[in-house]
């Protein structure tokens, strides 16, 4: 159950070499309270599929990567289900998984790279979506005493890119499974993102399935995305920055044709790529690190880019942003240093 000196190239969608002094694999909670005990583990990075995160070469803390599976359906009434899967079950795979029992509400998040137990700590979202559309309640471990809690939607606190687990409960508490509320039959779904609209409209659908709005964002999403196996990359790199009326109004007489989307809590959010293409970083290349040619937002690894170069190029990306227009870029990746 424990390794030492295991490289964590594989185990991280940016593909860079790291590695990581202690290792171990939890398969059920009960391996995870045991490890968990050993204080050599006290302060270790939790670790699923390594698609949000960034590691240093060297990170200082132990590694305890999240193997629970199982996915099952714990309740069903009326028109609705709940499932629960393990941290450890891939996410696609649960999509894949809940649309082939013709469960609705995961559809617009198919293809989403991670696992399970990553899902709740941003609140994943895609396509107009997020989890807490669906989400039920998530089985945690505290780190403090290897106690088990169950957390339901209003405890996770859930917001944009998102959740406790960002907030008071980072590096205290490790999720071992997630509950979500599907639908058997009047699906609720969301067809207004705009590429997804015009697709239906041009195929002449009026009210796809969730398998068709499925293969509809996945087929999006492999022509759009760049692969993490072909280019090593974790998706948006920021998050989308959220300013509130007055800096909005400042911006937009500086700069009439920023793209915004209204709050609402009368903030807006600003696209991030929007941002780092006006600074003339998209498609900028230094070293093996670079923004993607399609997708600013992306940073990619071209190839033996570390997780300090990244790091550092993140930072160049940020302080012309900030130097352009007074916005702070916030990661959405995880640093492990
Ligand atoms: C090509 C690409 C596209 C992407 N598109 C999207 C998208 O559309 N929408 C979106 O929201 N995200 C997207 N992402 C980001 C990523 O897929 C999600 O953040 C995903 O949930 C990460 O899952 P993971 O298992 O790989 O997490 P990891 O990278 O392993 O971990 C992420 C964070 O969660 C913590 N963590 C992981 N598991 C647990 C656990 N069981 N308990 C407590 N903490 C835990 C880790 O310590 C770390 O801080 C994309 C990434 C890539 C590479």
Not at 102 to 131: H, K, T
Not at 143 to 150: G, K, L
Not at 258 to 270: D, F, L, R, T
Request: proline share 4%; charged share 20%; with cysteine.
């Amino acid at each position: 159950m424990i390794k030492q000196g295991v490289s964590l190239k594989t185990y991280n969608s940016f593909g860079v070499a790291a590695e990581a002094a202690l290792f171990a694999v939890a398969k059920t909670i009960e391996d995870l309270q045991f490890i968990l005990k050993d204080q050599r583990f006290a302060s270790a990075w939790i670790l699923g599929g390594g698609s949000n995160t960034l590691f240093c070469e060297t990170p200082k803390t132990p590694i305890i990567q999240l193997a629970i599976s199982g996915i099952e359906i714990t309740e069903e009434q009326g028109d609705e289900v709940v499932i629960k899967a393990g941290a450890g079950v891939n996410w696609h795979e649960l999509v894949l998984w809940s649309l082939e029992k013709g469960f609705g509400g995961l559809e617009n998040l198919a293809l989403i790279p991670g696992n399970v137990g990553a899902a709740p700590i941003q609140n994943i979202g895609a396509y107009g979506v997020e989890l807490q559309d669906v989400f039920e309640s998530c089985t945690l471990v505290n780190r403090n005493d290897q106690s088990v809690e169950t957390y339901d939607k209003v405890a996770c606190q859930f917001g944009y890119r998102d959740s406790i687990f960002k907030r008071e409960l980072k590096h205290k508490a490790v999720i071992t499974d997630v509950c979500l509320r599907l639908k058997k039959e009047n699906y609720r779904l969301n067809t207004s993102y705009g590429a997804i609209a015009q697709l239906f409209t041009s195929k002449g659908i009026s009210t796809p399935s969730p398998k068709e709005i499925a293969d509809v964002v996945i087929d999006i999403r492999t022509t759009k995305l760049p692969d993490p196996k072909q280019l090593g990359n974790a998706g948006s790199f920021f998050k989308n920055p959220i300013v509130d009326h007055d800096q909005f109004e400042q911006l937009k007489s500086s700069f009439p044709d920023i793209p915004h989307y209204a709050q609402s809590n009368q903030n807006y959010k600003i696209p991030a790529a929007w941002l780092i293409e006006q600074v003339g970083l998209k498609g900028t290349r230094k070293g093996d690190v670079g923004t993607h040619k399609h997708h600013a937002l992306v940073l990619v690894n071209f190839g033996n880019a570390s997780g300090d170069d990244i790091k550092v190029f993140s930072q160049m990306v940020q302080q012309a942003v900030e130097e352009r227009f007074d916005i702070r870029l916030q990661p959405e990746v995880n640093f492990c240093c």
